[in-house]
């Protein structure tokens, strides 16, 4: 079992930054794949970027690539989500999920084992 806690969400002005953590509770966190997704009132979950167990492999949703960036500390049990030029259209509740194995990354909701409890980011315009 793996408890997943995120942190760092809040409200932002548009243009501006945030880096969300993920703190896991697993000390076999360094062969877990780790993936953000997100949630916007009356829409669906999707993906928002996604790393490798070793960090060797990322991706990334074409909404935010070049303004988001995915990176984990093994040694921390704990993976990031920094975010930078942020829009109002990224408003949403932001999950990290993880999995229990696999050797790459994976961009699917129903990839995933384990989910956080979410947290809020709000940019305003």
């Known amino acids: 079992q793996v408890q997943l806690v995120e942190s760092g969400g809040g409200l932002v002005q548009a243009g501006g930054s945030l880096r969300l953590s993920c703190a896991a509770s697993?000390?076999?966190?360094?062969?877990?794949?780790m993936g953000w997704f997100r949630q916007a009132p009356g829409k669906e979950r999707e993906f928002v970027a996604a790393?490798?167990?070793?960090?060797?492999?990322?991706s990334y949703a074409d909404s935010v690539k070049g303004r988001f960036s995915i990176s984990r500390d093994n040694a921390k049990n704990t993976v990031y989500l920094q975010m930078s030029s942020l829009k109002p259209e990224d408003t949403a509740v932001y999950y990290c999920?993880?999995?229990?194995?696999?050797?790459?990354?994976?961009?699917?909701?129903?990839?995933?084992?384990?989910w956080g409890q979410g947290t809020q980011v709000t940019v305003s315009s």
């Open positions: 999920a993880a999995r229990s194995s696999g050797s790459y990354y994976y961009t699917g909701v129903d990839e995933y084992d384990y």
């Open positions: 697993r000390r076999t966190f360094s062969t877990n794949p």
């Open positions: 790393s490798s167990w070793s960090g060797g492999f990322t």
